[in-house]
């Protein structure tokens, strides 16, 4: 009987530990599941991919605004007769910016030029509502024409109101027009709207980021294996009862 007993510890310490059971491990769907990535972190990594690309829909959509807010909107192109309408709305005009050929002499141009407007339009040393800017040597593009600005079509009476009306102008050179505050309403709502884009896409970036470090931290959560649990009705492999070694005895 001892010579067994002895064979009998001898075989429990030697013989490896069993490998938990799917069940000792947690749930059947557990157990099914582990290594997998959770349906929550796949949620939560759509929603930061999306995230991302609505941002970088946001930044192309401002990029194209910005570049139409700075292109410039011409009144006439190449033209040598404009008939300019100003309307009694009550809001303030800036009256209109008329330019030349890059290439041309200024005040030869200038001199022929000629604006009839309304009676209460303002004049100026010329005797027209039209001023002389042949000082301003910036050139501008209309298509692959460089331009520089030659004249300014006052649209004011003499209290700075506006003077409603029609602007005829003729000129002996050929012209190119722009209305300047329809010009610089238009360049600062662009930019500004650009801009509110590109911070929208910036807080669309710092959400989707956010987003994905918690993603990773349920994924890292979900793989941290379980420690496992004793079941009732397991086996017992060389637990002493009243000195003897029983092989086998249900806990």
């Given amino acids: 009987r001892i010579l067994v007993q002895s064979i009998c510890v001898r075989k429990a310490k030697s013989s490896p530990p069993a490998p938990p059971s799917p069940k000792s491990l947690g749930s059947r769907s557990e157990y099914r599941t582990m290594g997998k990535p959770s ?109 520089h600005l030659a004249a300014h079509i006052v649209t004011d009476d003499y209290n700075d109101n506006v003077a409603p009306g029609e602007y005829r102008l003729t000129s002996s050179t050929k012209v190119w027009a722009l209305d300047w505050c329809s010009e610089i309403e238009e360049y600062v709502n662009g930019i500004l709207g650009a801009l509110g884009l590109v911070v929208a896409a910036i807080i669309l970036f710092i959400v989707s980021s956010i987003v994905c470090c918690i993603a990773c931290c349920v994924a890292c959560n979900n793989q941290q294996p379980r420690q496992p649990q004793a079941q009732p009705g397991g086996m017992v492999v060389g637990q002493p009862v009243g000195g003897n070694v029983v092989m086998g005895q249900p806990a």
């Fill in 39 to 147: 349906t929550t972190v796949m949620a939560l990594l759509g929603v930061s991919s999306c995230c991302v690309l609505v941002g970088i829909i946001l930044i192309i959509i401002a990029a194209v605004t910005g570049q139409q807010a700075v292109e410039l909107e011409w009144l006439a192109e190449g033209v040598r007769e404009k008939t300019f309408i100003v309307s009694n709305n009550g809001e303030a005009h800036c009256g209109f910016g008329i330019y030349i050929e890059a290439d041309k002499d200024c005040q030869v141009a200038v001199l022929g030029m000629s604006v009839v407007g309304p009676p209460a339009a303002q004049t100026s040393p010329l005797g027209l509502p039209l001023v002389n800017m042949c000082g301003n040597n910036t050139i501008y593009k209309a298509g692959d024409t460089e331009l």
